[in-house]
Nanobody, 114 residues
Framework: VQLQASGGGLVQAGGSLSLSCAAS????????MGWYRQAPGKQRELVAD???????NYADSVKGRFTVSRDNAKRTVYLQMNTLKPEDTAVYHC?????????WGQGTQVTVSS
């Protein structure tokens, strides 16, 4: 099983970025898909996740600015990030859960300059 993340990069404060993460390999019955982030010196935290039925959950710090979505047929989860702030700077990791397993992507850097 592989989770291939793309997107991220460097953007000025107030800008937008989008991330995507596609799952490949022998992975079945995907339930929750989402994104976590880890800034230097801080613990990894949930950014947003989405169930197979489309229910979403967001960290308070990103509500109203980020949107998580998924394409079940493509086994892909997306994160649209708008009105980015310097405090959003972190390595973003995608996360995929089945009934029995949790998978992590390799992480992609998002840097927001002030």
């Amino acid at each position: 099983v592989q989770l291939q993340a793309s997107g991220g990069g460097l953007v000025q404060a107030g800008g937008s970025l989008s991330l995507s993460c596609a799952a490949s390999g022998s992975i079945f019955s995907i339930n929750v898909m989402g994104w976590y982030r880890q800034a230097p010196g801080k613990q990894r935290e949930l950014v947003a996740d989405i169930t197979s039925g489309g229910s979403t959950n967001y960290a308070d710090s990103v509500k109203g600015r980020f949107t998580v979505s998924r394409d079940n047929a493509k086994r892909t989860v997306y994160l649209q990030m708008n009105t980015l702030k310097p405090e959003d700077t972190a390595v973003y990791h995608c996360n995929v859960n089945t009934r029995y397993m949790t998978y992590w992507g390799q992480g992609t850097q998002v840097t927001v300059s002030s």
